[in-house]
Structures are given as structure tokens and as C-alpha cells.
């Protein structure tokens, strides 16, 4: 886990063009959730500002924290003027200020699970918001992807990220949630899918592979198999379920 969550710097040109970003709708939801206008923004991991630039927008002024210098070049060439770039790892940053909300996007589950939540609720103001979310891209059409795996299975066994606690995927809440249930320190926790489909070229899609880390970890001569294997398999147009998975939850106190 730790050798795929520093793999990312050596694509991150490819992710910021590639991975999709997150819809007007995700803020809308961390917004209401939280009942009154969110201030001040802590992000982790905030790769090359997908999510960032979203809350940006919202007038937020965010503190972006991303511990690989590449991916940290990529967030500053659309640096909105309320964000603050910082190049660290969620366990280094200082517990001497505290947010209104903390965000984390395709992240959180490459952080240390040791101390996690007690160095979160640090951070988190009494009353704030902690969200949690990403978007586990997959084929809409269940051939194609059953195809796409078959193209990749010789090379590849899975493409995904485990549940960092286990959780089977049938289990109606679904980590981080799962244990923010049982946090002492958090509390309303909730857990909510955003609906959204998108059309991409098969190329494009690649692409997208091309940034994900079980791809990257893989040979050039492997990964370079895989991606023309799984062409061959795709029509000139994929539509892929772009789901954004959300958790929610509320930092205790007053």
C-alpha cells in the first residue's frame, strides 16, 4: 500500500488531464451537511487539485496538503488565490490550527490507519465537518467490463483498492464509515452515493488507467500489454459509472 500511495508523482501530468474531476453537486452536499458557511478548509492529500479547485470556488479558503512534489506542481499551475499549497504527509502536518471542514479525496485510505482519527478530530473544530470521498470508476456496460477484465487478467488480478478494514462491498455502510460509526470523536455520520455517468473515448479511458495505481506499479512492457490488450476490446466509446461515494461526519464538542 505504501509503494502504490507514492506512485502517483510519476503520472501526475496524466492525472490532472485524465482523471475526472468532481460535480457542482459534492460541494452543494458537504455545504448543507454542515448547516452554516464553511470558512476555512483543510484538504489531504490534495494530489493535483481536482477537488480542491471545487471548494475553492465556494469561497472557501483551503489549505492543501499533498505530500508528492510532482503532484503538487501539477495543483499549482490552477492555484485559485484562496488556496494554499503545502507539500506534506497527513502524518506530519502541526495539530496547532483546526478547520471547519477537512476533506479528503481518493486519499484517505493511503493514510496511517494508526492514530488516524484522534490526529483528524485535532484538526477538525469543535461542531466542524470531516468528508470523505471518491469516485471508483467503472465500465457502465457489464460485458465490456467483463471483457476489459478478462484483457487485463494475465497481468493483473484486480485494479481496485481493498477496503482498508475489510468491509465486503455488500455491506450497506462502507469504510471510512464504518469506523467513524465507532470514533469517539465524531458523531451524525452518513453516507451518500452521487449518481453520474460520463462518455469518454476508449483512448481517454486509458488514459485514466494510465493513473491508477495498480497500472503504474506495473513493467512498462506489462502496463504497455494490458492498456492494448484492453483497447482491442472497446468500442471508439466507453461510458463509465462515475459514481462520487461520500462520507460525512460531525467533529464532537461545542
Given at each position: ?7 502517483f508523482g510519476s503520472v ?51 489549505t492543501a496538503t499533498e ?22 504527509a497527513f502524518e506530519d ?162
Amino acid at each position: 500500500m505504501v509503494e502504490r500511495a507514492l506512485s502517483f508523482g510519476s503520472v501526475a501530468e496524466a492525472y490532472d488531464r485524465f482523471r475526472p474531476g468532481y460535480p457542482v453537486e459534492l460541494l452543494e452536499l458537504v455545504t448543507e451537511y454542515a448547516g452554516e458557511p464553511i470558512r476555512t478548509a483543510l484538504e489531504i492529500g490534495a494530489g493535483t487539485g481536482k477537488a480542491t479547485r471545487l471548494f475553492a470556488q465556494g469561497g472557501i479558503a483551503v489549505t492543501a496538503t499533498e505530500p508528492d512534489a510532482a503532484m503538487l506542481a501539477e495543483l499549482r499551475k490552477q492555484l485559485p488565490a484562496n488556496v494554499t499549497p503545502v507539500q506534506a504527509a497527513f502524518e506530519d502536518l502541526p495539530l496547532d490550527s483546526s478547520y471547519g471542514l477537512v476533506y479528503s479525496a481518493a486519499a484517505l485510505h493511503w493514510t496511517n490507519p494508526v492514530g488516524r482519527w484522534e490526529r483528524m478530530a485535532a484538526l477538525v473544530q469543535p461542531g466542524g465537518v470531516f468528508a470523505s470521498f471518491g469516485v471508483p470508476i467503472q465500465l457502465a456496460d457489464p460485458a465490456l467490463k467483463e471483457a476489459a477484465r478478462a484483457a487485463r487478467s494475465p497481468y493483473l488480478d484486480d485494479d481496485g483498492v481493498p477496503s482498508p478494514d475489510g468491509t465486503p462491498e455488500d455491506r450497506p455502510m462502507q469504510w471510512p464509515g464504518t469506523e467513524l460509526q465507532h470514533s469517539e470523536w465524531f458523531t451524525d455520520v452518513r453516507q451518500v452515493v452521487l449518481e453520474r455517468r460520463l462518455m469518454l473515448s476508449a483512448q481517454d479511458y486509458i488514459g485514466q488507467l494510465s493513473t491508477v495505481s495498480a497500472y503504474v506499479l506495473l513493467s512498462p512492457a506489462d502496463r504497455d500489454e494490458v492498456f492494448r490488450r484492453t483497447l482491442e476490446v472497446l468500442p471508439e466509446t466507453v461510458e463509465l459509472d462515475a459514481q462520487v461515494h461520500v462520507h460525512l461526519a460531525r467533529r464532537l464538542g461545542d
